[in-house]
């Protein structure tokens, strides 16, 4: 089961609402997806509004898992307009005094 920031986050980038997404995140995060990272709330800020942007789909969560205390895995199954169409991705949250820390996709 994914603590209640992970849902809280899942559910408003989902939703497309940045201002709740960022709220989840800590002052000093980093995102990693596609080969770059992006550094604290504005850079991570850019990128999802790019990310929800940029192409239409639907992503349903199709499996959880806790690595270690603070690291969980949320595995997602996205179809939509972007190349390929259709993709599994995992979505690697590193918590800490329930913020995220950092966002690795792969």
Same mark, same amino acid.
């Given at each position: 089961? @994914? #603590? /209640?920031?992970?849902?809280?986050? @899942?559910?408003?980038?989902? *939703?497309?609402?940045?201002?709740? *997404?960022? !709220?989840?995140?800590?002052?000093? *995060?980093?995102? &990693? /997806?596609? +080969?770059? =990272?992006?550094? +604290? #709330? ?15 789909? =639907? %992503?349903?969560?199709? *499996?959880?898992? !806790?690595? /270690? #205390? !603070? &690291? ?8 939509? $307009?972007? #190349?390929? +169409?259709? %993709? /599994? @991705?995992?979505? =690697?949250? &590193?918590?800490? $005094? $329930? ?8």
């Amino acid at each position: 089961m @994914l #603590p /209640d920031t992970l849902k809280n986050y @899942l559910a408003s980038h989902i *939703a497309r609402d940045l201002d709740a *997404a960022m !709220q989840c995140y800590a002052a000093d *995060a980093e995102v &990693t /997806d596609d +080969g770059k =990272t992006y550094y +604290g #709330p504005d850079e991570i800020r850019s990128w999802l509004s790019s990310a929800t942007s940029e192409y239409s789909y =639907t %992503a349903e969560l199709i *499996a959880t898992r !806790q690595l /270690d #205390p !603070q &690291t969980y895995v949320a595995s997602h199954h996205l179809e939509g $307009n972007f #190349p390929g +169409g259709s %993709a /599994d @991705l995992d979505f =690697t949250f &590193t918590l800490k $005094n $329930n913020l995220i820390t950092r966002l690795v996709i792969t």
